[in-house]
């Protein structure tokens, strides 16, 4: 892996590994670190190994503070915006971003604008499973509610900032 290269790991609750991935650091604004990933960047699930191959450029925010980070896709992915909540990322070194994936993802979908909120039933049901303490449950619920309405009503960097990015991996 290069200096600019960066892997990305999240993780369930319980420590297993669950989506990672390589992507490139393009660099740093106001709204965290912006990476990005060219059509044809394999995701690997868990210890599964390539489970897809990307057929769009995307661009991935991490907010410095902030419990979700935000993909940003290129047609023709259906969805143009798709939000993780998950703890804050961490940074164990410039190679490598990892967070914890709490389950609940806020996404809008490119032909209509259309937001909802994914896996709610699996937020439920992992509450119970991995014992998410109170403070995860409310940082988490907390992060989906405003996501929501920031994909909504067009809170940047929902609504432009992000295509300069994408512009960059295009």
């Known amino acids: 892996m290069t ?7 999240a993780r ?3 420590g297993r590994l669950h989506w990672h991935h390589p992507m490139v ?10 990476l ?28 410095r503070d902030a419990w979700w980070t935000a993909l940003f896709q ?4 259906r969805l143009d915006v798709y939000c993780d909540v998950a703890t804050r990322s961490e940074w164990p070194s ?12 806020v996404c809008r979908i490119r032909a209509t604008g259309a937001v909802f909120v994914d896996d709610e039933d699996e937020f439920a049901r992992h509450q119970l499973q ?11 619920t907390a992060a989906a509610d405003w ?5 909504r009503d067009g809170t940047e960097p929902f609504s432009s900032e992000y295509r300069r990015w994408l512009d960059m991996v295009v």
């Open 3 to 9: 200096v600019a290269e960066v892997l990305v790991s």
């Open 12 to 14: 369930k609750f319980d």
């Open 25 to 34: 650091r393009l660099g740093e604004d106001k709204h965290g670190v912006w």
């Open 36 to 63: 990005g990933a060219p059509t044809g960047t394999v995701y690997s699930k868990g210890g599964v190994g390539p489970v897809y191959t990307t057929e769009e450029p995307r661009v991935m925010l991490f907010p």
């Open 74 to 77: 290129a047609s023709p992915a």
């Open 94 to 105: 410039p190679a490598e971003v990892t967070m914890i994936d709490l389950d609940l993802d």
């Open 130 to 140: 991995y014992g998410y303490p109170p403070d995860v449950v409310a940082q988490a």
């Open 147 to 151: 996501l929501t309405a920031a994909l």
